[in-house]
């Protein structure tokens, strides 16, 4: 078969790898990948949210199956335009995605059925939103109601933080119309948890739950950034926890979706809160997480191409699901200066094999400039390793990290620390 995958990062280049192990595909195309996709696939540039090139080379290119990855050509309509010309997607319509698409639309729903979530207001109005905040106690929580590259959400620890964060994103427009509407959210304690699921609108099949690293730097210090590094399993995620969270959240969310005639097909992420009261929503997405893609994919010993389809054929029950039991970390490496300010075009040195580590290179910021893969993002590579265990996976990791080198790059040194701590208790 002829894919086609619409994204250009680190989780893009996982999905990648994963159908490649597919018998079916005989060839994979990335719109527009990137430096180091071009290894494992034919790279078009054409951006991600330009619907009309996308389905005009889907077209000519006689493309079989298309996985749409990033949310907002989904949140745009990527997968209704697509599905016009006959081309079968992985991904929901563009009616599905408003879940990540609108914060508002996503907690409306969880209040009107009932599915645990911090409790919350939503404003449209500056003065309403700070004599709002000035009547509650911080932290608290304060999120664009749009999408903004994964970076609208500010938790605030003081009230003038809290009131800095609104007008920002109501009256500088930080990130434009995302920000014309806010929600003001409880702040909420415990262990968080990304859990990715497959969902044909009837069936949901959870994935291995994973641990993100937002934090620029270690001990969790610095600013929030797309995410320094996951590690999977996630050792908080019980399986007495993993059923509540099916009983109370993931089929819930399914069938409210159905209820609203907004059926959901596709990656549907539960970020979680695991706190004191029980799990709680911290928000959906449509979309395979990034990094969790990285540490999740690899422990997946199905086909999935033949998930993807059975998903949009709306056939998930009938397919085999699985996943090793054993563990993954994915270690960010990034360009030094990032999420601020940094410098591209360093040469990229990657070692020819990493199998004696179970570790590969998944290419998220990166390009090919006169035949030479170099840094041209914030986050450059994931560097993802396996073993039977989670500790052995970690020293895995970071020994392949030492073995790839460019100017300027940076990790984090303590990726999967929380989770061994967690694992010792």
């Known amino acids: 078969m002829r894919v086609m995958v619409v994204g250009g990062g680190g989780r893009e280049h996982a999905i990648i790898r994963a159908l490649k192990k597919s018998p079916k595909v005989d060839e994979i195309f990335a719109l527009p990948g990137n430096g180091g996709i071009a290894a494992d696939a034919c790279c078009v540039p054409v951006k991600a949210t330009d619907l009309a090139a996308v389905v005009s080379f889907a077209q000519q290119q006689k493309i079989e199956f298309a996985v749409v990855a990033p949310d907002d050509p989904l949140v745009m309509g990527m997968v209704d335009a697509l599905e016009q010309i006959g081309v079968p997607c992985f991904g929901p319509n563009k009616n599905a995605a408003i879940i990540e698409g609108s914060k508002v639309f996503a907690k409306d729903?969880?209040?009107?059925?009932?599915?645990?979530?911090?409790?919350?207001?939503?404003?449209?109005?500056l003065a309403a939103a700070e004599a709002y905040l000035n009547t509650v106690e911080a932290p608290i929580v304060v999120k664009a109601d749009g999408l903004a590259l994964g970076k609208g959400v500010t938790v605030a620890m003081t009230r003038q933080e809290a009131i800095g964060a609104i007008h920002s994103l109501m009256e500088d427009k930080v990130f434009g119309e995302s920000g014309s509407r806010v929600v003001i959210e409880e702040y909420l304690t415990g262990p968080e948890?990304?859990?990715?699921?497959?969902?044909?609108?009837?069936?949901?099949?959870?994935?291995?739950?994973?641990?993100?690293?937002?934090?620029?730097?270690?001990?969790?210090?610095?600013?929030?950034?797309?995410?320094?590094?996951?590690?999977?399993?996630?050792?908080?995620?019980?399986?007495?926890?993993?059923?509540?969270?099916?009983?109370e959240i993931f089929e819930p969310t399914v069938a409210a979706m159905n209820a609203e005639g907004r059926s959901f097909k596709g990656c549907l992420y539960f970020g979680l809160m695991l706190t004191p009261h029980g799990p709680k929503v911290i928000e959906y997405n449509c979309r395979f997480g990034d990094p969790e893609t990285q540490v999740v994919l690899p422990l997946l010993q199905s086909d999935l191409l033949e998930i993807m389809m059975a998903v949009h054929d709306g056939r998930l029950s009938e397919v085999p699901v699985e996943f090793s039991n054993g563990a993954a970390c994915c270690v960010i490496m990034a360009s030094k200066g990032y999420p601020g300010k940094y410098a591209g075009g360093y040469p990229i040195s990657l070692p020819a094999d990493l199998s004696d580590l179970e570790a590969e290179v998944y290419s998220a910021g990166t390009k090919?400039?006169?035949?030479?893969?170099v840094n041209s993002g914030g986050r450059v590579l994931g560097v993802t390793a396996k073993a039977d265990k989670l500790p052995q996976a970690i020293e895995r990791a970071y020994a392949a990290v030492g073995r790839i080198h460019f100017e300027n790059s940076y990790c984090r040194k303590d990726i999967g620390k929380r989770a061994l701590a967690a694992m010792e208790v």
């Open 368 to 373: 090919l400039q006169d035949g030479v893969l």
């Open 193 to 247: 948890v990304s859990v990715l699921t497959f969902t044909d609108g009837k069936v949901l099949v959870p994935m291995v739950s994973s641990m993100d690293h937002k934090r620029a730097y270690d001990g969790d210090e610095g600013p929030n950034t797309g995410g320094m590094g996951t590690v999977a399993p996630n050792p908080y995620y019980t399986a007495e926890i993993a059923e509540r969270c099916r009983k």
């Open 109 to 125: 729903l969880m209040k009107k059925y009932h599915i645990p979530t911090a409790s919350y207001e939503v404003f449209t109005d």
